[in-house]
């Protein structure tokens, strides 16, 4: 057998990307493709690229610019963009840029063997289809490969929620759930791997109904797989948490007690621009809920600062809002308009304006975040080590509040769930040290 091909994929974006990437070399690997982690070595070069932000697009035209003289000096080289640009922009990715040899969107990245084939004929291909097939269907089983501790699992796809400023609708399309059995097996197939957390995925994943019972139903039956301690779930909207979900958390004990919950603004005017279609005092009555269920619970949210028309008042709203929460980590972002949103027809904001706001809200937030850790030293907690940490000796996993935690110790190993008792926090980390292992 010849050597086999090298694959390089570079993702950007979010969780879902990271998943899209690995079964899009499970896909090629039927091509003959194994992986590699650096471009110097690639006979395939695939970015699998976001379209969330002007800056995240803006990433994929310089990374082209950059293989193009790359090809230059390897005329074989194949060059492939996935992903949310593809997807939006894939025309005239194809028009502006003759070294992309393929264009693939999410949805139909099971066809790459075929396109490959296309490509290595010297022709140039390209699809952006929602195709009626589902690619999971068409994909196969996961690869037996050994794996590390975490996975991330795809159960639900697309968006129907249409915020103003979003583009996701449109390069992931409507919502989809897959079937309840095909998660299952997949899930059990990554803990003979030696997968022991499970992050569920999906862009609305608490909208996910492949299962009688919804997302909680299918958290509920994925517990009963042996081998697999953790679960998780992101993203998730305000208005899809039902109550069935909400009790999850205080009765599935596989379930982490960490949940990224958007909410993005704390005015009601702004949310009402922004169509997400709840208040800030629905989201903070949600929060009541879920706190209820599980006292522990860390939250997480998204934020955009600088939305069009939003007023310092306004803002301030906002940070009332995160103060009344008390959040344990989160993201923000200042507003930037994509083309085909509503939002982007609306005049926008100084950047003065939103650059300070970005930055009182991000030093309120490391303030929260730094208080949640604090909160932790003296605590017994249990941590799955991930991987080996930064100096000898050492290991870092993550507790169920999702807080890396170093400890030092050469009784344990990657895979391990220990107990842990946090001694210190740093910038963005704990470190403790190791009691019984469980
Ligand atoms: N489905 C998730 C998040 C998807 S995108 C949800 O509904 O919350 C991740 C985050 O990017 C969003 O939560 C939002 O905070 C941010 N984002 C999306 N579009 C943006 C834009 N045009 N400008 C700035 N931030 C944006
Ligand atoms: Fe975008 Fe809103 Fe859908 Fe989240 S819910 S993906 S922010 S449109
Ligand atoms: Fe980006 Fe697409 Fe994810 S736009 S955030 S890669 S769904």
């Known amino acids: 057998m010849s050597a086999p091909k090298k694959l390089f994929i570079k993702t950007y974006g979010c969780q879902m990307n990271v998943y899209d990437s690995e079964r899009m070399a499970e896909a090629l690997a039927v091509s003959g493709y194994a992986r590699t982690e650096t471009q110097d070595d690639a006979d395939l070069i695939l970015l699998n690229t976001c379209h969330i932000r002007e800056k995240a697009s803006e990433k994929v035209f310089s990374e082209l610019g950059r293989l193009r003289a790359l090809k230059d000096e390897r005329p074989d080289l194949k060059v492939g963009v996935a992903g949310c640009v593809a997807q939006a922009e894939g025309d005239e990715i194809m028009r502006r840029a003759p070294v992309v040899d393929l264009v693939v969107g999410p949805q139909s990245y099971h066809r790459l063997p075929a396109m490959e084939e296309a490509v290595q004929k010297g022709a140039r291909a390209i699809d952006t289809d929602f195709p009626a097939e589902d690619k999971f269907t068409v994909l196969a089983g996961r690869p037996k490969a050994a794996r590390g501790p975490t996975a991330f699992l795809t159960v639900q796809e697309g968006c129907d929620k249409f915020c103003a400023f979003c583009v996701v609708p449109y390069t992931r399309g409507a919502e989809v759930s897959r079937p309840a059995d095909r998660i299952l097996r997949e899930?059990?197939?990554?803990?003979?791997?030696?997968?022991?957390?499970?992050?569920?995925?999906?862009?609305?994943?608490?909208?996910?109904?492949?299962?009688?019972?919804?997302?909680?139903?299918?958290?509920?039956?994925?517990?009963?797989?042996?081998?697999?301690?953790?679960?998780?779930?992101?993203?998730?909207?305000?208005?899809?948490?039902?109550?069935?979900?909400?009790?999850?958390?205080?009765?599935?004990?596989?379930?982490?007690?960490?949940?990224?919950?958007?909410?993005?603004?704390?005015?009601?005017?702004?949310?009402?621009?922004?169509?997400?279609?709840?208040?800030?005092?629905?989201?903070?009555?949600?929060?009541?809920?879920?706190?209820?269920?599980?006292?522990?619970?860390?939250?997480?949210?998204?934020?955009?600062?600088?939305?069009?028309?939003?007023?310092?008042?306004?803002?301030?709203?906002?940070?009332?809002?995160?103060?009344?929460?008390?959040?344990?980590?989160?993201?923000?972002?200042?507003?930037?308009?994509?083309?085909?949103?509503?939002a982007a027809e609306r005049p926008a904001l100084p950047d003065e304006v939103a650059d300070d706001r970005l930055q009182r809200l991000q030093s309120l937030i490391t303030a929260q975040q730094h208080a949640a850790q604090e909160a932790m030293i003296g605590r017994e907690v249990e941590v799955l080590f991930e991987k080996p940490g930064r100096m000898p000796g050492q290991l870092t996993g993550k507790s169920g509040h999702l807080h890396p935690?170093?400890?030092?110790?050469?009784?344990?190993?990657?895979?391990?769930?220990?107990?842990?008792?946090?001694?210190?926090?740093?910038p963005n980390s704990l470190s403790g040290v190791a009691t019984i292992p469980a």
Do not use: C, W
């Open 187 to 342: 899930a059990q197939e990554l803990a003979a791997s030696g997968v022991r957390e499970i992050t569920l995925l999906g862009q609305n994943v608490n909208a996910y109904h492949g299962h009688p019972g919804g997302l909680a139903g299918l958290v509920e039956a994925l517990s009963g797989i042996e081998g697999l301690d953790r679960l998780r779930y992101t993203t998730s909207h305000p208005n899809d948490m039902d109550d069935a979900l909400i009790a999850a958390h205080g009765n599935q004990p596989k379930l982490m007690p960490y949940l990224h919950l958007p909410v993005q603004s704390g005015s009601d005017r702004i949310l009402k621009a922004m169509n997400r279609k709840h208040t800030a005092d629905q989201y903070l009555a949600l929060v009541e809920r879920l706190r209820a269920a599980r006292p522990d619970l860390l939250l997480s949210s998204d934020f955009i600062v600088g939305f069009p028309g939003e007023t310092e008042a306004e803002f301030e709203e906002t940070l009332a809002l995160i103060r009344t929460v008390g959040f344990g980590a989160a993201y923000s972002f200042k507003y930037s308009p994509r083309p085909g949103t509503p």
């Open 405 to 426: 935690v170093h400890v030092t110790t050469d009784q344990l190993r990657v895979g391990d769930i220990a107990r842990v008792r946090i001694t210190g926090s740093g």
